[in-house]
């Protein structure tokens, strides 16, 4: 079985209402692009990036002389060849050879029929289960609905999500208002919805000493773990000493040199693997074992994944026998998928592991033309700004934030 061709095709799919995050917010929908990797013997494996436009296209597009005519079968081969450690010094392919690893693992799959996770050694759990992930929303400035930004809001959509989906554990991403606001929040969720765990996210935007202040008022509470409150590893460091709780992980351990450090001096307990930010599934899987080795806990990082990266993180999850959390993902604030049969649902707080040759998903064509279309007309959107704040930049540590009494609503194209 040799590549014959690659394709790379933009899609923006839109979002209940838009997510607001420590940098920006996400504009009312998610901007992804989808990869089809085609065979000689027709077959066509499927994968997927963050981020769009010519940009993306022109990326893959330009790996096709690297790519055609060789065996997607030699996966370390193709690591080295795109993405060799010295010559990436002068680019950043990562996350695209992360899209070419899922469409040569669905390959693989859809030849030998078997599904994905029996090519990482087989599952050992049915369903991987999910935190609820709680974002402050805007209002859908279509319909008006959707707003998260009072603490009864967030409350009642904490509340809603459990009943729909039957989460046990919560995310809240935080970094957008102050600390003490952000504090009662999240000390609201705990109380009405006792039972649960809970972890907070603010993306890293603290100091070290909001960062410590804040989590040693949340220490009474069930805490999963604190994600992220400080940048850099060292000041996670600092913040480790002074808190009661494990810190989690997903910007300052995203590769192996940073993992090794982490072992030597050990700044974060719990990493949070992103099939697409390592590299690929298998990069995970190794990432895995060596937490394994050395007793660190791990997770599955969500970052605004569609149906097809949404199945590299189910079959991930389906192998690691150190899965000790739920896993993140933002897949239920979507309102569609590109994928056959819609967005995949939710049970007791769970998603079934797919079971189908490859990834077990396949292309709905005529989402894939819809949301293609809806990508050309609406082009992408600056992550790293709040549709309400013009000119406002984001500092780290920050102290520039957003008005929790500020009831506008964005008009953002739609």
């Not at 066509?44 to 940009?55: Q, R, V």
């Not at 799959?109 to 929303?137: C, E, M, N, T």
């Not at 808190?243 to 050990?266: I, Y």
């Not at 293609?372 to 520039?400: A, K, V």
Request: aromatic fraction near 8%; charged fraction near 20%; proline fraction near 7%.
């Amino acid at each position: 079985m040799k590549i014959t061709d690659i394709r790379a095709t933009p899609v923006t799919v839109p979002l209940q209402a838009p997510l607001r995050h420590a940098n920006g917010a996400h504009w009312g929908r998610f901007v992804r692009t989808i990869v089809e990797v085609e065979t000689d013997e027709g077959l066509i494996g499927l994968g997927e990036m963050g981020g769009g436009g010519e940009a993306a296209v022109a990326a893959f597009q330009g790996l096709k002389p690297y790519l055609v005519g060789r065996d997607p079968a030699q996966l370390e081969e193709m690591r080295y060849l795109i993405a060799n450690p010295t010559a990436s010094l002068y680019n950043n392919r990562t996350q695209v050879l992360a899209a070419l690893e899922f469409a040569c693992l669905d390959l693989l799959g859809q030849k030998w029929g078997v599904p994905v996770h029996d090519i990482l050694g087989g599952k050992l759990r049915d369903r991987v289960p999910f935190a609820s992930y709680l974002f402050y929303r805007y209002p859908n400035s279509a319909a008006g609905d959707g707003e998260v930004r009072t603490v009864d809001q967030l409350v009642a959509e904490a509340l809603d999500l459990k009943a729909k989906h039957g989460f046990t554990s919560h995310k809240l991403k935080g970094g957008v208002f102050h600390p003490h606001y952000e504090l009662e929040c999240y000390r609201a969720l705990a109380a009405a919805l006792p039972g649960d765990s809970f972890r907070f996210d603010p993306n890293g935007v603290w100091s070290t000493e909001q960062a410590i202040w804040f989590g040693q008022h949340i220490e009474d509470l069930n805490n999963d773990y604190l994600e992220d409150p400080v940048f850099g590893m060292h000041g996670m460091r600092r913040a480790r000493e002074k808190l009661r709780m494990p810190l989690a992980t997903n910007t300052v351990v995203v590769g192996f040199e940073q993992l090794a450090a982490n072992v030597l001096q050990t700044a974060v307990d719990v990493i949070l693997l992103d099939t697409t930010f390592w590299g690929g599934i298998r990069p995970c899987v190794k990432a895995a074992c060596i937490c394994d080795a050395f007793q660190l806990g791990v997770a599955v990082h969500s970052s605004g994944e569609l149906g097809i990266q949404l199945a590299t993180m189910l079959h991930l999850g389906a192998v690691l026998p150190n899965l000790s959390f739920s896993a993140d993902a933002h897949y239920h604030h979507l309102v569609d998928d590109v994928i056959t049969g819609g967005l995949m649902p939710y049970r007791d707080g769970c998603i079934d592991v797919p079971t189908g040759p490859g990834l077990g998903v396949t292309l709905d064509r005529d989402k894939l033309g819809e949301y293609h279309e809806l990508f050309r007309r609406l082009g992408g959107y600056p992550y790293d700004q709040d549709p309400l704040r013009p000119g406002w930049t984001p500092l780290i540590p920050n102290s520039r934030w957003a008005d929790p009494a500020d009831a506008r609503v964005p008009e953002i194209p739609r």
